[in-house]
């Protein structure tokens, strides 16, 4: 299982063109010593997910050398908090990351460093910068500030449940290594494709629980 992950982690940062390098090494653009916390991502919150923290991380301006724990673990956070966000704006998700200068509020996080734990420090630092950047709250639970009209949002989610399930189907039929190509020709982004199946398996899973 451990070895399944390891070569699905190389893999995936593969796609991404991200090297992993010994612990004892100092990385360069492109290069990451967070071999198992990518692992530890993977395991809690799947292939999709992980592809979605390293696209964030790899594929904008600026931030391919910070590939390390706690920018991981922070990116990985915001996506599910901002999931359907993304899932409306992910090429504005990306512009935003490249504007983001995440040199700086990981080190302005780092002076928390023994009174806050890390992760949760960054996060909310990356938060707020985002959110001031795109002028509004990023999360799923905006209070009106126009991330999305209200009307339609049953019928929106609808569809959403309707097709994560359709994907979860495909999968399963799928052989491992093709499911990124079956998403590039259904012209479906990672970003869409996660979200849409977690709601699904989240709304089985409460159908399930109340029967």
Known sequence: MIQASEALVHSICAEFDVEIIPANEFPKPGETRAAATMRRILNKRGEG????????????????????????????????????????NASTWLELWDRLELGAIMLAADHLRGTTPLRYALTALIYSRLSALVGYGLSNTDSGHGLRRRAGVTNSRGRRLELGRRLIEARARLQHGQWKRYLQEAGLSYFRANSAMRLAKEADQQERSAA
């Open 49 to 88: 997910h992980l592809r979605l923290v390293l696209s964030t991380l790899a594929e904008t301006k600026g931030n391919g050398w910070l590939i390390e724990e706690w920018s991981l673990w922070a990116v990985s956070d915001l996506i599910l908090v901002c999931s359907e966000w993304i899932d409306e």
